[in-house]
């Protein structure tokens, strides 16, 4: 039974209040808008932007149910472009964004600002230039042990973290951020046990002795080694060509946010920053021009579920896919559910990549149109752990009529209206 397209304006996944936006924009396009909705709001801002490498990434998307158990068939695709006509250019991009951001954020908010070697000397005068010189905070090293190897220098193996405040009332917290003692950091220290049985590493300096309790917890400085490059087949891993750990999101949002506090990202790209502000109860706005970037974000959300049935709730603001392709869906009506058959899939340009029926399909979910939004119940998406999509799905009574969307491999999000049968 074919299934009738729709275009809808705003996205709502899962029940209950919503954690975050995802948006497909492009900067600086989108830059009034996001002033206009979000200026002041924002307590911190996390910036993973192009390195300016003049390469272009691509993101690796497995293909149907045998493209996730064995990792082939696969299809490259762009994820960004990181080519400028000139270093002018790129520098003229930043500016415009790191304005942005200082617009966005509170006046206790923080900025952090991942680079490396390339542009760090121009980011950090820039930095300067838009937040001031008092106002700057650390230059993180964050080293990494994986990576290529150097026969002409020695092998680069660290990225750089620029951590500025907007003002001086800014918030931060280290005791938010504790780490286990390294004992090869200890091994110089003299061993002792307390009158109350704990034992502690001591040092002498200047004539006054410090304990540091082996009980007691630690904290990281401005060089962090202990947050490891995801490897190659870390579980986490999307296929989205420089995707950051969520460990090292999650130590940033916690020592500069609180519960509640809205977490702003404006090169989302795989969305780690929106899966550990979720994960930590923090709210997020994450802003990408790529559809890709939403897709494999929304995907990762549906996931990340905070011990509730379905993901965490999100709202998703991107361009509907064009009218070109041929679905089959059915949804049964009963008293207290529905069930939502989805039967096949066809598009051009699947068929021009060889890609049969279903294949093409990385997500759908069920739900229902509410004016011009559609609220999304359930969600079936392919991991390696479930690499088959479920062609049916149940799903509550809700007010509306029934829908479902589906996103295909390229990132594209379609909706359609299935064929009622009673």
Known sequence: MSATYIRCAAERHFAGESMGTLMQASLPACAQELRERFAGKVQMVYL???????????????????????????????????????REAYLNMMRETLILARDLMKKEGTIFLHIDCRMHAHMRLLMDEIFGESNFLNEIIWSYQSGGRARTYFPRKHDVILFYAKSRSYYFSLKSVPIARSEARS??????????????????????????????????????????????????????????????????????????????DLFAGSGTTAVAAAQLGRRFLCVDQSPLAVAVAGKRLSQTTMGKPMGVSYDVEAPCGEDDCQVEAEVFPAITSYTVHLSSFESEQAREAGIRGMDAVDQWSAGFVQGDTYRACVANVRTVGTPKLEATVEMPVCAGEPCIMIVDIWGNRRFYLPKRRY
């Open 48 to 86: 993973d932007p192009p390195f300016n490498t003049g390469k272009k990434f691509e993101m690796k998307a497995r293909i149907g149910e045998k493209g996730y158990k064995t990792g082939s068939p696969s299809l490259s695709l762009p994820a960004y472009d990181d080519r400028w006509e000139s």
């Open 187 to 264: 091994n110089h220290m003299k061993r002792g046990v307390d009158e109350d049985g704990r034992s502690y590493r001591s040092i002498i300096s200047a004539g006054k002795e410090y304990r540091y309790y082996d009980d007691e917890p630690a904290y990281p400085g401005d060089v962090w080694d202990d947050v490891s490059h995801l490897q190659q087949k870390d579980p986490q891993r999307t296929g989205y060509d420089t995707q950051k750990p969520v460990r090292l999101l999650e130590r940033i949002i916690r020592c500069s946010t609180q519960e509640g506090d809205l977490v702003c």
